[in-house]
């Protein structure tokens, strides 16, 4: 009984309840400079490369089964010639106050130390609560087992499970990166530095658009860029307090000039 | 050595009449009946409700049960969710409130089965009738001389058939 | 019902038990080779192939499964709640309809569990959504709303198979004292060596008391409970407040109108007329209208708060839902079937044409279909970011299993009007009254 109680006690130690979210080791944070992204998908193929993402084929893409953890979502306004098109590269946002990990029943998906969203593939019984409820739509479900075919299967990432039928994931932010960076740090008997690891789709952005980093650090550059004036979160109102911070892309204003917009 | 006797009646007033005069003498008396009798019985017998004490019981249970399993199962592996709280109060209100319905039908069924001895497929005194339209006065405990005596007054009483019964 | 004996009721119910006719072997090989085609079949596929095989797309993860869900559920909401709450009022015409609402309740739970673990994508882990120990202490969450249901639906089904099997008790004691062969064995073991005496019945109307007093709260809590799956997510024309009461209303409304069609041909298949009369429709219709208009008011409640409400995404899926094809359709027949017509009900002489009746309740339970299928099908694909909205449309699968889940629970309710007394024997005498010298005293 007291092993019982000073296991509890331990447990309950390691997080302060409620609040605990200010405890976190490091709170990863993406820096999405809108100002930069020229919409080149480049982030949403080596996202693809790196986790084993399959390619669903064109039934399926019809049907909005798309599996791209990372999209480019395109919107335009107006009408031509006096246009404005403008995108924004949308992945899992890691929502402090995610409502996927509410919904949840068998804690498929929670908040780990590091405040990431994460998913346990293993224990996914698929009710779909958690694509339900996530306001970014960002989560992808197995809907069936997807193969490679041969030899395409020989360029899967071995440090990233293939999901098998049924289950429900989504982006990462490449975990399996942070975990080496984690491991090697640790072996050195220091903290994950600045530097120490890049995710698949910060490492492919050719014009440094997005930013990866960990906001505990005060010295890091996301936590610099987080104050930019022109930071926003998407979909704030909601009070998801996302780990995604967008830096807005400042556009003239040339009504009826007839000549778009403006770059930088 | 004592012989019961078992009364068939039509009316349920006959055999009320009937089952409080034997009752007076200081049988044991049983009624039988095909449907529920309330009030009618109320000059028979009075029977206090300790159904309520399962129930209340039950509840009880189903309340502790609740919160414990909500707020212990969260406490065994301190898994943070959506910003919530590790104890959550709603939702543990919520689980407590079902499984307060849960133990408390539970236990009054287990009460029921207390109180009124069933399952019972043992011997029985039991006539087929009783089910169909016949109310029942079973007396017990007479003495093997006095049996013919309540039998005339059950007949007296207005007794359609009267029978010694045994065990079956 | 003042001509029938004691003996007549008895004889009756368990002539509907014992008296078979071939048109009762075809329907219940008919129906049973339905649902095992057209749903288990179909489920087995689904479960080789993966979800894929369903219509659902990236934002409409719910699809017609949940809708379907949530149907059967509203129709379990009328038998036992009914039962209780006319129980505890002590309402006379509840007797003879009871039994077989409360089967009603029983099977459309079970369908209802069913589809629970058809729209899962992995059903053969369904018990991790159990709490159970494991060596890796792990439990579940019980902060999810699926979380919720899984307690609330498993209570409720407890509940009620107690609640129709305690009922049950003296009148499967009454089937065992009439029946012969194999049948005599079972409902010696079923009636628990049940025999009448004044302690035993004591008991039982005070336990029946209890589980009345029990289950009230707890069926009003089960279909908030359902509703929350929805409302406690954020996504626009899901995220109401006004959901519980909508869904209990709405429950209440299709479950009465079930009980309205499967007694029609009930009484008609099973000859007993003479007790379920029309003055037991004349009530179920009071109660359809009464509920009919409670359910057009939360209707235009929900409407008339989002729209006044005006904000894009709440625009966007009353848009969806009230003007665009197909789904105005659907929406606009809703509204015929579940607020305009039960108006009929007005009338006395309608309340009491069977022909009516049926039409009206088979409306209204398409018509609460309908209400369950937009809720989920025009909800979903419209959520906050644009570029990612989809229309749902449900795949040939989907909409086997829907039609076999119906097939499924006739072929329940058949067979349970053959094993169990349908009609309550006791309480029918009841009604009739407890024979005194001078004539029968009624309650």
Same mark, same amino acid.
């Given at each position: 009984?007291?092993? +019982? %109680? ?34 080149? !998908? ?45 995108? +924004? ?146 979909? =704030? =109102? %909601? ?26 | ?39 009618? %019985? ?49 939702? /543990? ?50 003495? !093997?001389?006095?049996? =013919?005596?309540?039998?005339?007054? %059950? ?8 029978? $010694?019964? !045994?065990?079956? | ?15 509907? @038990? ?61 038998? /036992? ?12 015409? $509840? ?178 007329? &003479?007790?379920?009369?029309? @003055? ?33 995404? =709440? ?32 009338? &006395? ?20 279909? +309908? ?31 829907? +039609? ?36 029968? &005293?009624?309650?």
């Amino acid at each position: 009984m007291s092993g +019982i %109680l000073t296991r509890l006690k331990d447990k309950l130690a390691s997080y302060r309840v409620p609040g605990y979210r200010t405890k976190f080791d490091y709170k990863w944070t993406m820096v999405v400079d809108l100002d930069r992204c020229n919409g080149c !998908e480049a982030c949403v193929v080596a996202c693809y490369a790196e986790n084993n993402l399959p390619v669903v084929g064109k039934r399926d893409c019809d049907i909005s089964r798309r599996f791209s953890w990372i999209r480019i979502e395109r919107y335009v306004e107006g009408t031509y010639p006096d246009v404005k098109v403008k995108f +924004i590269p949308i992945m899992c946002q890691h929502c402090d106050a995610a409502p996927c990990e509410i919904g949840c029943p068998v804690y498929a998906t929670y908040h780990n130390q590091d405040g990431l969203n994460v998913q346990v593939y293993n224990r996914c019984v698929g009710t779909f609560t958690c694509a339900t409820y996530c306001t970014y739509d960002v989560r992808r479900f197995n809907w069936f087992t997807y193969k490679w075919d041969a030899p395409l299967e020989q360029q899967l990432n071995p440090d990233v499970t293939v999901r098998e039928m049924g289950v429900m994931e989504k982006c990462t932010f490449c975990i399996q990166r942070i975990r080496v960076a984690k491991d090697t740090a640790k072996d050195e008997g220091r903290k994950v530095q600045e530097g120490d690891m890049k995710t698949a789709c910060e490492q492919s952005c050719p014009t440094d658009a997005i930013t990866f980093g960990d906001l505990n650090d005060p010295h890091s550059k996301v936590s610099k860029l987080a104050k930019s004036p022109r930071r926003y979160r998407l979909l =704030e =109102e %909601l009070d998801t307090d996302p780990s995604v911070i967008y830096l807005k892309r400042v556009m003239e204003d040339r009504k009826g000039s007839g000549h778009g917009t403006s770059h930088g | 050595m004592n012989q019961p006797v078992l009364g068939l009646f039509k009316y349920v007033d006959s055999m009320v009449e009937a089952a409080v005069s034997m009752k007076d003498t200081g049988y044991t008396v049983t009624v039988f009946s095909p449907i529920p009798l309330g009030v009618e %019985l109320d000059p028979v017998v009075m029977r206090p409700n300790y159904i309520r004490y399962f129930a209340l019981f039950g509840a009880f249970i189903g309340l502790i049960f609740g919160v414990v399993l909500a707020l212990g199962t969260a406490a065994l592996y301190v898994l943070p969710r959506g910003g919530l709280p590790i104890w959550p109060v709603t939702p /543990t209100l919520l689980l407590a409130y079902e499984s307060i319905i849960l133990c408390g039908v539970i236990w009054t069924l287990i009460g029921f089965f207390i109180i009124a001895r069933k399952p019972n497929f043992g011997k029985q005194i039991y006539d087929p009738k009783l089910s169909l339209d016949s109310f029942g006065l079973l007396v017990e405990d007479i003495r !093997e001389d006095k049996v =013919e005596e309540v039998e005339r007054l %059950l007949e007296g009483f207005g007794a359609d058939e009267v029978n $010694r019964v !045994e065990k079956s | 019902m003042d001509n029938i004996s004691y003996n007549e009721i008895n004889d009756d119910v368990v002539r509907t @038990m014992t008296k078979t006719t071939w048109k009762y072997w075809a329907l219940l090989i008919f129906c049973a080779s339905m649902a095992g085609v057209l749903w288990f079949g179909a489920w087995a596929y689904q479960i080789y192939a993966g979800q894929g095989v369903t219509g659902l797309n990236t934002p409409t993860f719910w699809g017609i499964y949940l809708a379907n869900f949530v149907f059967w559920i509203g129709i379990s909401h009328s038998g /036992t709640l009914l039962s209780a709450i006319l129980f505890i009022t002590a309402t006379p015409w $509840r007797r003879s309809i009871y039994r077989s609402a409360e089967a009603i309740t029983f099977f459309s739970v079970l369908t209802a569990a069913v589809f629970i673990f058809v729209h899962m994508g992995r059903p053969w882990n369904f018990y991790w959504t159990m709490p159970y120990f494991t060596t890796r202490e792990l439990w579940v969450n019980f902060t999810s709303p699926i979380m919720f249901d899984v307690f609330a639906i498993s209570t409720y089904m407890t509940s009620s198979v107690i609640f129709l099997y305690f009922g049950s008790i003296p009148d499967l004691a009454a089937v065992r004292d009439k029946v012969t062969g194999w049948r005599k064995p079972v409902y010696t073991y079923l009636s628990l060596g049940w025999r009448g005496t004044d302690a035993e019945w004591h008991w039982l109307s005070k336990s029946y008391t209890f589980f009345a007093v029990f289950i009230i709260p707890l069926a009003v809590s089960v279909h908030s409970i359902v509703s929350w799956d929805f409302a406690l997510s954020t996504v626009p024309g899901l995220n109401k407040t006004i959901f519980a009461p909508y869904f209990v209303v709405g429950a209440i409304f299709s479950g009465t109108a079930a009980i309205v069609t499967l007694m029609a041909c009930y009484r008609k298949a099973m000859k007993v007329e &003479k007790y379920i009369t029309l @003055m037991h429709f004349d009530k179920l219709c009071m109660l359809l209208l009464v509920m009919s208009l409670l359910w057009s008011y939360i209707n235009v409640v929900e409407v008339f708060s989002g729209w006044y409400a005006n904000t894009s995404a =709440e625009n966007e899926t009353l848009m969806y839902r009230m003007f665009m094809k197909p789904h105005a359709y659907m929406y606009w027949l809703m509204i015929l079937t579940n607020s305009i017509l039960p108006l009929l009900f007005i009338f &006395k002489s309608l309340r009491r044409s069977i022909f009516i009746c049926i039409i009206v309740s088979i409306g209204i339970n398409v018509g609460m279909w +309908i209400e369950r299928y937009l809720i989920v099908a025009t909800s979903l694909p419209r959520k906050f970011l644009p570029n990612m909205w989809h229309d749902y449309i449900p795949s040939l699968i989907e909409i086997s299993m829907t +039609i076999g889940s119906i097939f499924f629970f006739v072929m329940l309710f058949l067979i349970f009007v053959k094993l169990w007394p349908s009609i309550s024997i006791y309480e029918v005498k009841e009604d009739i009254g407890i024979p005194m010298r001078k004539g029968f &005293k009624r309650h």
